[in-house]
């Protein structure tokens, strides 16, 4: 509690701070230096694009069309910003290649990822959605911004609902096999992304989950489920996970096993029955089906919904009734 | 290369500069802006797709293109920067021809302000069709139906729509301090598939009088109405300075349902186990239960509830701190309060308990997080991070669950109060379980030389709920069933080892290796195993000497290992759970396991033009409760998986490159039954081939093939023992097993792009899919699943479809 009054009054006397100093955020930066006539895209870029021009690589003047490129905002870099002054790099007379710039950001990069990274947040630690970076999972396994993001580019696919999942892809090659199964979130159809769900700059739920919990960041589009209800189902609220893989699978509501396997690793069955199926029962189990009907068990517990043809509110009830049978098993 | 590349380049600038000389620098300003202004585009264009909704149902899922045979395609990218404000206009239209369409527009001037708004539609068709006379599915009051004969009736498709709409505003008041709030609504319409089913329990209905061809159980079909709406409200004040980063925030979420209950108009008559029509089990008597029963009929025409109006607060706080520039802590704490109280009587739900108008419930939950990040020396890096949230349900106990006591003792209802034996009802409460989740890791890690980073890592979670302690006489805790013992506390402790190489020329990679232990505390039984009705059956005149005897037996368990008490909440070691009952089931989420796994990683760039990656994990989990020695280990008993990648890039040339993958999964899972053992398997394969490449300056090409196939194998076995042999007909039916599930999927895709000229593109795509579900959850051996109003349900098992679009781009700045 008193960690949590100390928040409180260092984040008033912040927000006191921050407002009596409310001036435009542009105005209050620090000035840059005037814009060189030689320079292309980025202030103070002369240095750089005298040799990396247009011609030399035209790709790499696409950080213009970001939001990096934004001269106006003086915030915004040049390429030294990033990469380092280089004296080594830029003022290589030689004959031969030259040294690599202090910072670079490709595949044969010598930086850290803590380097690496360091470049970009040095601006971007501001934002809220990357307070938990710092002993994150793709921190700590040295996933660096540039692993992910293109700089010098019009559109970054991290970015872009309809392409970051080649970006995750590119590590994730178990959901990438995942997701085309035919009980699927519509990600391959570009509706869902990977970051609706995770935050991949780190957060405090298991998985880098977006919210809080599982749960919590399930509810943003299946808040339905969330109750609480009068008869409760503990491992629903306990964790969607438990029963569901949201990346796909074969069987029916993303379910991690096919009904009524899934509910016999922890339900105690209905009686003594080996699944079966309509069309594939011995001539002795069929001749000894009540005719009054299936009951519990055979084909009625294998096939269709499965438990669910019966217990149908697995996500709980909020049935009050009190009359046979009651809805305490989830029936209604 | 490189020295030749800017020579080259040189000379490039010195063309440019003459041209410059001839057209004047408006026009190099216009060359230039190519490369470093933002683009627009719009796309027009039109696809036309073969076969019909079934042939497209696999693929139509959530595409939006289902219906039809031809669709408008519009996409619109409109990007325009101010470069003298620096304010930003985007305007983002995505399948606007479509009804999965995606439009959003934003506009912000960089570090000062920002506004978004965005509109989304989904549509989910549902793959299966369902044939039935049934009328008003997908409303709140449906009529069943039942259908001469299966097959005949109309075909229904049912379907759920999505609307989203958001707004969002950030506005920066220093370059310290920021505020963001944001807006969503969404609205959630249609129908999705559901049930209802019931199998008569002898104090509810029953045969009495009909013929023995009479239905005693039935299931039918039903498909629940949606008509959600979600709204949820973001707010965040965000400060920061050279070492604070603090952001408070408030969370909303608010769900209301436009319907309450679904209450179905059922028939008399319904099919019985042969599928024949037959007279539905009538009401049992008074004789029997007190106030009589209650009709099949009925039974299956009671209200059903669908989710209720519910809506949480949350407060946070979260944020870092650098101590030091190597030191840094991260930390949250936030506060959420979710409540349930939509009035009982307005969803038209009766026989509340007196008194409750509506469940009052009342959900709190406290997260607290702090971790801490630490560089004492330049190559060892440390982490310590502990999390704990505490899920506090404060919804009040009422007696939702007033059953008639049975006219015969010895036929009580299925599920009874035991410590209120003798009193006129047996009476309980609503369930709700609270329940407290701790994580801390700790982790360090080491530079080594050649860049290998080996990292040792500890993890310990825990998990505390509440579970059924002793029950007094006086008390209305709910009873559980349908399960084995319930764990108070269950605790996993593990640790990792990691060697890693990220950073290297050619070759980098992981290998990594995890082991971890769950176990806990003692276990609560849910056996209702109780002295005092195990007395009474001894002493009752009316009880068959083979009850009395069961009653005998069991009344020495319950000395043996409940103290001579009642078994039900009592706290026991897994021994005595399985000296109660040896066939008892260890919950999969609470039992004991033993975890391992491997992971091996490379990333190789063998020539600068090829570059490949491997993955391998191998993982294993273990049930380790305690088992019978005669019957083995019932429920969850394992799992492993397998799992392997290979991806290569290859570019042939400047302009053309190739790309493909082959992955391989295997998962097993075994599960134990009273009568059989399922030994689950899943195989997956999944390929996948690219090319794309520039033919000339203004044509490029590009085709994708991948491949799926995705194989479910349930090896059945009949249970066998020295107490419970297997019977013929179970070894039989075993035998005949259960076939594979198996689902195969290749899609082809081919594009071309022409450059018409500097604004205008062409693009050409063909798509062809073809997938196979073949999967007896509906039909087996071509004998349809049936409801038992004889409706049915199916899916075209093998669906080609071939998707043609032609579109125009035009580009601009």
Redesign the interface.
Known sequence: MKQWKKFIAVFAASIGMGLLSATPALAAADPKPAASAKDIVLQGDAQCTRCHDEADGPQLLAIGKTKHGTNADNRTPSCTSCHGESASHKDFKGSGKPPKPAITFGKTTANQASERSGACLTCHQKDATRSHWAGSTHETKDVACSSCHTVHAAKDKARDKRTQTEVCFTCHKEQRAQVNRPSHHPIMEGKVACSDCHNPHGSVAPKLMKRNSTNETCYQCHMEKRGPFVHNHEPVGEDCSNCHNPHGTTAEFLLKARVPFLCHQCHTPHGGFIPQLVGSQTPAILAGQAVSGLGKGTTNVTQGRACMNCHTQVHGSNNPANTNPTPQFMLR | ???F??Q??????II?LAILGVFGSAQAAD??AQ?????SSITVGATAVSGDDKDRA?SG???GMRDHNGYLNLDVDYLR??????T?TSVKG??LGLD?R?LGVAMQ????WKVTGDY?E?H?RD?RSINTADTGVGSATPTIVRLATPGTGSDVNLELKRIGLGLGVEK??????MV?ASFKN?DKDGAR???????C?G??CS?GALP????????LM?AEPVN?N?K?FEL??????EK?????GYYG?F?T?GQSNLTATVPNILN???GNAATL?GAVPGTV?AGG??SLQN?LQ????L??D?Q?H?F?????YAFTPTT?G?????F?R?T?D?D?GA?G?????AG?SN?G???D?T?F?F???AKPIAKL?L?A?V?Y?K?D?Q?PDAA?????RTATPIAV???TNDPQNGVASATWD????S?TKF?AKF?A?YLLPQNV?A?LGVDHNT?E?MVPKVVAASANE?QL????PLREKTEETGYRLEL?R??A?TLTG?IGYSQSKRTGSDWSSLSTLDPIQLNAVIADPLATAAQKTTARANLLLVNAYCGGRSCYGQQLSEGAILGLSR???F???MTNLDREKWKLSANW?PLEKL?LQF?V?QGKDKNGALTDAVQGG???RGTDVA?Y?I?ADYAVNDNWKVNG?Y?Y?EQG?Q?N????M?D?T?K?S?FGLGLLGKVSGKLELGANL?Y?N?V?N?G?S?QDNAV?PAT???L???A?G??D?T?R?TTLSLFGKYALDKSADIRVSLVHQR?M?K??????????????DNTT?SLKEQQNVTYLGAAYIYKFQ
């Open positions: 290369m490189k020295t590349t800017q080259f380049g040189t000379s490039q600038k440019a060359d230039m490369y470093t202004k933002p683009d696999i899922l959530y595409n920067r101010n470069d003298a404000t620096g930003w995505r399948n999965n995606d001037k960089q570090g000062d989304s989904l989910r793959m920066w008041f220093s370059p310290s301090f963001e969404e598939f559901w049930g209802r089913g019931y199998d329990a104090y509810v045969q023995a061809t009479s239905v005693k159980n039935a299931i039903m959600f979600t949820q965040k004040l965000n400060f920061n300075d604070l980063n603090l952001s408070a979420s769900f349902n019985n186990g042969l089990y239960i029963g209650t039974v009671l209200p059903m509830a989710p209720p519910n949480a949350q946070s706080i979260a944020g870092n840094k991260t930390f949250k704490y936030a959420t979710a349930q939509q009982f969803m739900l009766a026989n509340a308990p409750r469940l419930g009342q959900v939950n997260l997080q971790g801490l990040t890096s982490l991070n999390r949230e899920k349900d919804t939702y669950n007033l059953e008639s209802p299925q599920y609503n369930n709700h379980v329940n994580a982790e890690s980073r990292t998990v709920r709910e069933a349908g399960l084995g890693r990220a950073i020329e992981a066939t008892t089931l919950p999969k989420e760039t570059s993955s994990e019932r429920g969850y799992f990648n991806d993958y992955s999964g899972q599960i039954h009273s009568v059989y399922l689950l899943n997956n999944a991948t799926l995705d479910s349930y059945l009949a419970v013929a007909n179970n039989a039916q075993a005949i259960l076939p599930v689902f999927q997938s579900l999967e007896w959850s509906w039909a087996n051996n071509g004998v349809p699943f049936t409801y038992a349900v």
